[in-house]
């Protein structure tokens, strides 16, 4: 039955799939059918792609049928982020200048997607080009959390999160810059991973901030998150900074989640003022619960955290400013203004300035201001040190401890609009998240409970060294297994927001 | 005060972004706050730190001479604003390079 | 507007009250199979928009990769100019906005290049002077605009542009001198064969096939004057589209006439971008860069350093071939020439020609005299390059050895090479066709030769009295009954010996 469908985890599906219980069209079917009854509330989607997928499961289901043996994911719905290409899709990164923009090459990401069968429902809404911690930033407007429908599900992959949350798709695909898959995971009550910097590709991944930008798995379990995890890393010849290594490990840790013997370091300085008491209490209950469960917790100091946002604040919107150079109305995209007067730079002007939203524009000239001649060495430069500080915080710290944990985020959804026109609040949003990017290790973001003042979700965040992903998945599966014994469900099945009754 | 409204006048335009007044008045303020934050980087003694630009450490990565197949000239044009003469037709560009 | 207003200081005088400083950045595309960072094949000349993709285009989304061949070449490159090889460098990003740059950042170097701080001797006339290099980098070609609407095709005035971006990544190496100072009266000529030199070094690394007339290999032209016993040098002028080996030389010399009469009225010369014209010898003001371009140089992100380990820079180095200057020593004593019939040679463009026929077992002479004589007079003819004409190195030995075998005679050898070149075949296979050996059958000769004197009785007659030198016309008369297809000189012989019985 369609509901059961979509309440399934992407390891049920996967499960019930190969042993011939239900194919791949029913599944994808009632996940459309899922999208159709909530996405017009949730507006995960910027582009529902109901006939590409059917045409996927029936592929998938004929290569099944023929007795071909087919990897896990294969006929198990997956929704994109916006910021992905995909061909025969739309692919605008919540941006007017790319508005109607199919691009003619596949991501790496989405060709390994495809290659595992996954059928690809939609590409989902973002904060535009990456840059934003809410959705609130994407030029079609937000998306809503499904625990909250007046609270942001999160940014920038916003639409992803709430996909997932609101069981439009068992899986999702984000990017993580400053946090923008572990902190949409946590406000939305769902499993989102930030894997090493380098450990996938960024092949087709529009750029934002090149150095940090990391693509990442969203799941409503931690094995989901896993399995999704493992099926689009690897080295990509094709990327310059990718990492010719073995994938971790990482479904094996996730099906393990055995922490005793674990050293698990609490970060000082991710706490303290400005962070919602709710999320300090769950978070401090995780840490007991992990101590329960074998772990040796001790406290840890990274000084330079501290300095992590001003030095993302610099370093990704000088980045940016480049990267987005390229948006000028010649190629591709948006064009305002030709009108046979003007010359290429005014039109180029005035495109950008119709194409681009306000976080946009204050990032690029941010980013220009960073880099100018006479403020490189004070700014950019000084960043850069910044960043060999927080990576020597880190390995500091891992020469103590085999995982660091904080909060995720320092409060839980905030409500639409709160925060809109102020960034300087909006970039708190991502003080505990940051120091992963920079330094390019991995990270995982787990629910772990409502914070009591307003029920909304809280995240655990588990840090691990660079190419020590599957750590993160046995820490977050074991607090996942426990919190769930605990409260007899999980997390999201408190989730009241669209259904307005708990199932 | 870090920046002014001239300065942040000036970055648009180096930035090719045709930003109207009313933007500028409510923009530049916002940034004013946001480089007067992140300065704080300039706090961190960082004598003899060396800039990390990549985070990786890796080193030599390259590729081979060998041809790839490549795009079509339709595909390349398919989505350009205007085409002529099987190129991307652009408004006048002035001055030499 | 292609004509200067400028007033100008007649060069002489220029020289004698001002020290010119030259400084000479010269572009050399590679001539790799594939782009600097992307797939992409390099052919020159191919359908517009045909050779590109995401990478090259500048599509969101895509990312480049180093070709490692572009990095040997450059390597190379620096090897032979006798540069540092950097232990380790990054690629940077120079960012400016302009529609033939897909991303509106080029991938380039900036303060880390490969290779620096390198020296290349140069001949001018019989002496060498030393110019310095600075640094030798790698950086991205742009895509190529054709303007529309305006006159001549030129961007002042355009209507619209149209975008070409299959050069677009093409690997480009840049070759930055070190200010040359201290040339006076001979800076333009030390530029242009500065060069040349250069040139002919990259040409014969083969990493290039350096054609200036097809913009693979493009030089920017420095000068910069201060009175003469100054202790600061002048502010310098860069002029760019300087299209060919004359046109540097002409460019230098008028940048000097210019700043000269720009000094001489008291006014300063203004740094600034200038543009050469080819027709009127002139350069003009480009667009006023009096605020240099703040590029906000920072590393490229999407590319991680290059380190080229010492055991490939070894490698590279031992098999450099020999440079030309090297070359040029070793021909010249082994073909036992005068300096002056060397820069013949070398003028002519033929020092490749000539070597290749003689290691076809040609003589060096005899490899001289045709490559010097017939076939350079057949490339002017026909307004060709020497080494463009249809034939090879071989060909010409083959036909040198024929004529030392006695089956040609000069006008003969003129004949066959005549059909070379209009591609009617080898040698050989001409000779056969066209019938053109030498007739040298002892009895027909005698024949002709005695029908000649028969018929001229009174030239006959001054020959046997003595005049030996009147026999000319004889031999005419006998060349004339054969075709031309008799040895010259043993007709001469049989009739002298016919005569003085």
Redesign the interface.
């Known amino acids: 039955m369609p509901t059961e469908l979509t309440r399934m985890t992407a390891a049920d599906l996967s499960a019930a799939l190969a042993a011939g219980e239900v194919s791949s069209a029913e599944v994808t079917r009632a996940h459309l059918e899922r999208i159709a009854a909530v996405d017009d509330r949730v507006h995960a989607f910027l582009h529902v792609a109901a006939d590409s997928a059917m045409a996927q499961a029936a592929k998938v289901d004929e290569r099944r049928g023929q007795g071909e043996p087919l990897g896990p994911l294969a006929g198990v719905p997956v929704a994109v982020k916006d910021v992905?290409?995909t061909t025969g899709l739309p692919?605008t990164?919540g941006s007017r200048i790319?508005e109607g923009?199919?691009?003619?090459?596949d991501?790496t990401i989405t060709r390994r997607l495809k290659q595992a069968g996954a059928i690809i429902v939609g590409k989902t809404n973002m904060d535009e080009f990456a840059m934003g911690s809410s959705t609130e930033n994407s030029a079609f407007g937000p998306s809503r959390n499904p625990w909250d429908l007046d609270k942001v599900p999160g940014g920038s992959s916003g639409g992803s999160a709430a996909a997932v949350a609101a069981y439009e798709a068992p899986l999702a695909i984000g990017t993580d810059t400053g946090g923008s898959i572990r902190q949409p995971a946590a406000v939305c009550g769902i499993v989102g991973t930030k894997p090493t910097?380098?450990g996938n590709s960024?092949?087709?991944?529009?750029?934002f901030?090149?150095?940090l930008d990391t693509p990442g798995p969203l799941g409503r379990t931690v094995l989901d998150a896993a399995l999704l995890h493992e099926a689009i890393s690897g080295h990509d010849?094709?990327?310059?900074?990718s990492?010719d290594a073995p994938v971790p490990p990482v479904v094996a840790a996730a099906r393990d989640a055995d922490v005793s013997g674990m050293r698990i370091g609490v970060v000082a300085e991710l706490s303290g003022d400005g962070y919602q008491p709710g999320v300090l209490s769950r978070f401090a209950e995780a840490v007991e619960l992990l101590e329960s469960l074998g772990a040796k917790i001790t406290e840890v100091s990274c000084p330079?955290f501290r300095?992590a946002l001003?030095?993302y604040?610099?370093i990704a919107p000088?980045?940016c400013?480049?990267n987005l150079?390229?948006?000028?109305?010649?190629?591709?995209?948006l064009?305002i203004g030709?009108d046979?007067t003007?010359?290429?730079?005014?039109?180029?002007?005035?495109t950008?300035?119709a194409g681009?939203g306000?976080e946009v524009?204050?990032r690029?000239?941010?980013g220009?201001?960073?880099?100018?001649?006479g403020y490189?060495d004070?700014?950019?430069?000084?960043?850069?040190?910044?960043?060999?500080?927080i990576?020597r915080d880190f390995d500091a710290a891992f020469g103590q401890v085999d995982v660091l944990v904080s909060p995720a985020t320092p409060t839980t959804a905030f409500s639409i609009g709160e925060r809109a026109d102020d960034?300087?609040a909006m970039y708190l949003a991502d003080l505990c998240t940051i120091p992963s990017d920079?330094?390019?290790n991995a990270a995982i973001s787990v629910p772990c409970g409502l914070a009591p003042e307003n029920g909304l979700p809280v995240g655990l965040q588990v840090m691990a060294p660079v190419l020590a992903d599957d750590r993160l998945y046995r820490v977050a599966a074991a607090a996942e297994a426990a919190f769930t014994g605990r409260w007899g469900h999980p997390l999201l099945a408190e989730a009241k927001g669209l259904e307005g009754r708990r199932p | 005060m870090s920046i002014t409204r001239d300065e942040v006048a000036h970055l648009a335009r180096l930035a090719r972004i045709a930003l109207s007044d009313a933007e500028l008045d409510h923009l530049a303020p916002q940034l004013d706050q946001i480089i007067t934050a992140v300065a704080q980087v300039q706090e961190v003694a960082a004598e003899g730190i060396p800039p990390t630009s990549h985070a990786t450490g890796l080193a030599n990565v390259f590729r081979d001479d060998v041809p790839v197949p490549c795009l079509t000239p339709e595909q390349a044009l398919d989505q350009a604003p205007a085409v002529e003469q099987q190129r991307f037709k652009v408004p006048r560009i002035l001055g030499e390079d | 507007m292609t004509t200067s207003t400028d007033t100008l200081v007649p060069f002489g005088e220029a020289v004698e009250r001002y020290e010119p400083v030259i400084g000479l950045e010269t572009h050399v595309e590679l001539g790799t199979r594939t782009k600097m960072f992307c797939g992409c094949i390099t052919t020159f000349g191919a359908e517009p928009n045909s050779q590109v993709c995401p990478v090259c285009l500048g599509l969101p989304g895509s990312l480049p990769v180093v070709n490692r061949m572009a990095i040997e070449y450059t390597i190379r490159i620096g090897l032979a100019l006798n540069c540092t090889i950097a232990t380790w460098c990054r690629f940077a990003r120079k960012n400016y906005f302009y529609p033939d740059m897909p991303k509106n950042f080029q991938i380039s170097q900036y303060d880390e290049p490969l290779c620096t701080d390198g020296w290349l001797d140069v001949p001018v006339g019989d002496q060498i002077t030393r110019v310095g290099i600075e640094r030798v980098h790698l950086e991205e070609d742009t895509g190529k605009s054709l303007h529309v609407g305006g006159v001549t095709g030129r961007i002042h005035g355009a209507e619209y542009s149209l975008v070409d971006y299959n050069r677009a990544g093409i690997p480009l190496v840049e070759i930055v001198t070190k200010p040359v100072a201290g040339t006076g009266a001979d800076a333009p000529v030390v530029a242009r064969a500065y060069v040349t030199e250069l040139r002919d070094l990259v040409r014969a690394l083969g990493v290039s096939d350096v054609r200036m007339e097809e913009g693979s290999l493009r030089s920017d032209v420095n000068v910069s004057l201060a009175p003469r016993g100054a202790s600061q040098w002048g502010k310098r002028t860069e002029t760019k589209n300087v299209n060919s080996l004359r046109s540097v030389q002409r460019a230098v010399e008028f940048e000097i006439e210019r700043q000269a009469a720009v000094l001489d009225a008291g006014r300063r010369v203004i740094q600034e971008t200038r543009h050469f014209h080819e027709d009127t010898g002139t350069t003009t003001s480009g667009r006023s860069k009096e605020e240099a371009q703040d590029y906000r140089y920072f590393p490229e992100p999407d590319l991680v350093p290059v380190a080229p380990p010492a055991e490939w820079v070894a490698q590279i180095r031992a098999a450099l071939p020999e440079a030309p200057s090297k070359v040029r020593a070793r021909l010249q004593a082994e073909w036992n020439v005068s300096d002056l019939e060397m820069d013949a040679i070398l003028n002519a463009g033929a020092l490749d020609l000539v070597a290749g026929t003689v290691a076809a077992g040609a003589s060096p002479a005899d490899a001289r005299k045709w490559w010097l004589g017939e076939l350079s007079r057949q490339a002017h003819d026909t307004g060709r390059e020497l080494a463009a004409l249809a034939i090879t190195p071989a060909q010409v030995a083959r036909v040198a050895a024929l004529v030392s075998a006695g089956t040609l005679n000069d006008t003969l050898a003129r004949e066959v090479i005549d059909g070379v070149l209009a591609g009617e075949g080898s040698p050989d296979a001409i000779v056969e066709a066209r019938g053109l050996s030498v007739v040298s059958d002892e009895g027909a000769l005698t024949a002709a030769v005695d029908q000649a004197i028969a018929d001229n009785p009174d030239v006959a007659a001054k020959v046997r009295d003595g005049k030996v030198a009147a026999a000319g016309p004889l031999v005419g008369a006998v060349m004339k009954a054969t075709d031309r297809k008799a040895d010259a000189a043993r007709v001469r012989q049989l009739i002298l010996d016919r005569l003085s019985r």
């Open positions: 992905f290409t692919t990164c790319l923009w199919h691009p003619p090459y991501a910097y380098g960024r092949y087709g991944v529009v750029a901030a090149s150095s010849p094709c990327d310059s900074t990492i330079h300095y001003p030095a604040y610099l000088s980045e400013s480049s150079a390229r948006f000028d109305a010649m190629r591709y995209g064009r030709d046979g003007r010359d290429a730079e005014e039109v180029m002007a005035l950008r300035e681009f306000a524009k204050r690029i000239i941010l220009t201001y960073a880099l100018s001649s490189y004070a700014y950019y430069g000084k960043a850069q040190q910044v960043r060999t500080l990576i960034p300087m920079l330094a390019g």
